[in-house]
């Protein structure tokens, strides 16, 4: 049915209204067999209303109610009522002109005739022919409550993308509000040593031209620190809301993470302890992410969190079973895998992700920086 519908969308306007009136011509050439000069004046000017029915269907339908009368034919009316009713909303105007198409067809010319001779029939024919107008009225009103239906339908497609973009913009403007953050901390602490190392430069160097280039060194490595934490400041108030300058989370806090998920995991394994502070925080984010994950995809479902290390690399491997629960319908867009890909990248590992057998894995490796 859609497949013939949009077949029928598909044939140009001006060769539909040139089969209304060929259908319309042909329809009156059957009905009248040796026709007066009124019955063909009538019946030309109810064919060639089936040219404007779309622009002007009321006067279109008004222009066929003459041949109805006259020369009781039937397709002309029937589609100018159509176009008509798929056009209006206004229920007493089609209520009316179904009245006004079927006491054209009962009475009949002269008018005369069928009031004064045979009334019976005539109300009878009126009755049969209101059945016959309501078909074209009702189903003119189904095309426009499709039509209806579709936009309605087009313009929730609307809102669903302008919905999924400004989620995926939420998430990306929270994760690189994140990596602001972590940024800020990673070049400050470099900045802060050359600041510091050249203080002590400063006071230790054997001769003036050695202090004063220290002296340099440190006046702008202060001034680096103050552009930057203006620049991150200005980053992060332009983003999300910001936990300010509260302290970032380590593999330490894993456990209060997973107790605070309320799901079923099973944690084993250990790092070394002298991971960096980008480190720690990447292997919390990712156990952090896959909570999530799971607690949204596949809820009920068991999950195993395990640190591992060796000697060349070190990272966290999260598994999670099937649903035992019905999932909750959230958008998902896997931002936050790609944020955290994008994360273990600039640390120089990986991150792999995918489903199993039993469900999901996400494996985060990064590697150990030479001693």
């Given at each position: 049915?859609?497949?013939v519908?949009?077949?029928?969308?598909?044939?140009?306007?001006?060769l539909?209204?040139?089969?209304?009136?060929?259908?319309?011509?042909?329809?009156?050439?059957?009905?009248?067999?040796?026709?007066?000069?009124?019955?063909?004046?009538?019946?030309?000017?109810?064919?060639?209303?089936?040219?404007?029915?779309?622009?002007?269907?009321?006067?279109?339908?008004?222009l066929?109610l003459?041949?109805?009368?006259?020369?009781?034919?039937?397709?002309?009316?029937?589609?100018?009522?159509?176009?008509?009713?798929?056009?209006?909303?206004?229920?007493?105007l089609?209520?009316?002109?179904?009245?006004?198409?079927?006491?054209?067809?009962?009475?009949?010319w002269?008018?005369?005739?069928?009031?004064?001779?045979?009334?019976?029939?005539?109300f009878?024919t009126?009755?049969y022919?209101?059945a016959?107008?309501a078909?074209?009225?009702?189903?003119?009103?189904?095309?426009q409550?499709a039509?209806?239906?579709?936009?309605?339908?087009?313009?929730?497609?609307?809102?669903?993308?302008?919905?999924?973009?400004?989620?995926?913009?939420?998430?990306?403007?929270?994760e690189r509000?994140?990596?602001?953050?972590?940024?800020?901390?990673?070049?400050?602490?470099?900045?802060?040593?050359?600041?510091?190392?050249a203080g002590?430069?400063?006071?230790?160097?054997?001769d003036?031209e050695?202090?004063?280039?220290?002296?340099s060194?440190?006046?702008?490595?202060?001034?680096?620190?103050?552009e930057?934490?203006?620049m991150?400041?200005?980053?992060?108030?332009?983003?999300?809301?910001?936990p300010?300058?509260?302290?970032q989370?380590?593999?330490?806090?894993v456990?209060?993470?997973?107790?605070?998920?309320?799901?079923?995991?099973?944690?084993s394994?250990?790092?070394?302890?002298?991971?960096g502070?980008?480190s720690?925080r990447?292997?919390?984010?990712?156990v952090q992410e896959?909570?999530?994950?799971?607690?949204k995809?596949?809820?009920g479902?068991?999950?195993?969190v395990?640190?591992?290390?060796?000697?060349?690399?070190?990272g966290?491997?999260?598994?999670?079973?099937r649903?035992t629960?019905?999932?909750?319908?959230?958008?998902?867009?896997?931002?936050?895998?790609?944020?955290?890909?994008?994360?273990?990248?600039?640390?120089?590992?990986?991150l792999?992700?995918?489903?199993t057998?039993?469900?999901?894995?996400?494996?985060?490796?990064?590697?150990?920086?030479?001693?």
């Amino acid at each position: 049915m859609n497949r013939v519908a949009a077949a029928w969308r598909r044939i140009p306007a001006w060769l539909t209204d040139l089969l209304a009136v060929a259908v319309a011509a042909i329809d009156a050439f059957l009905y009248n067999g040796e026709p007066d000069t009124a019955t063909v004046v009538t019946c030309v000017v109810a064919s060639a209303a089936m040219l404007i029915r779309r622009r002007l269907p009321l006067v279109a339908f008004l222009l066929t109610l003459p041949a109805a009368l006259v020369a009781n034919i039937l397709a002309a009316p029937v589609i100018a009522l159509f176009a008509l009713s798929a056009r209006t909303r206004n229920r007493w105007l089609l209520v009316v002109c179904g009245g006004l198409f079927a006491a054209a067809e009962a009475i009949g010319w002269p008018i005369t005739d069928q009031l004064v001779a045979n009334q019976n029939w005539t109300f009878v024919t009126f009755v049969y022919q209101l059945a016959t107008a309501a078909a074209p009225i009702l189903l003119g009103q189904l095309v426009q409550i499709a039509a209806d239906l579709r936009a309605r339908i087009d313009e929730i497609e609307a809102t669903k993308r302008h919905e999924r973009e400004l989620y995926a913009q939420s998430l990306l403007a929270r994760e690189r509000n994140q990596l602001a953050r972590e940024m800020h901390d990673v070049v400050s602490h470099q900045v802060s040593l050359i600041a510091v190392q050249a203080g002590a430069l400063q006071v230790t160097a054997p001769d003036e031209e050695t202090r004063g280039a220290a002296a340099s060194i440190r006046a702008l490595s202060s001034t680096t620190l103050d552009e930057l934490r203006s620049m991150v400041t200005l980053l992060r108030a332009a983003g999300t809301e910001s936990p300010g300058l509260a302290p970032q989370p380590t593999v330490a806090d894993v456990p209060g993470l997973i107790a605070a998920s309320g799901l079923p995991v099973t944690f084993s394994g250990e790092l070394p302890d002298d991971l960096g502070t980008s480190s720690q925080r990447a292997i919390y984010r990712t156990v952090q992410e896959a909570l999530t994950n799971a607690r949204k995809h596949a809820p009920g479902a068991s999950v195993s969190v395990h640190l591992w290390s060796n000697q060349t690399s070190y990272g966290v491997t999260v598994l999670n079973g099937r649903a035992t629960e019905s999932p909750i319908l959230l958008p998902s867009s896997r931002l936050g895998l790609i944020g955290l890909r994008e994360r273990a990248e600039l640390l120089g590992g990986s991150l792999s992700s995918g489903a199993t057998e039993g469900g999901f894995h996400i494996h985060l490796v990064l590697p150990r920086t030479p001693a």
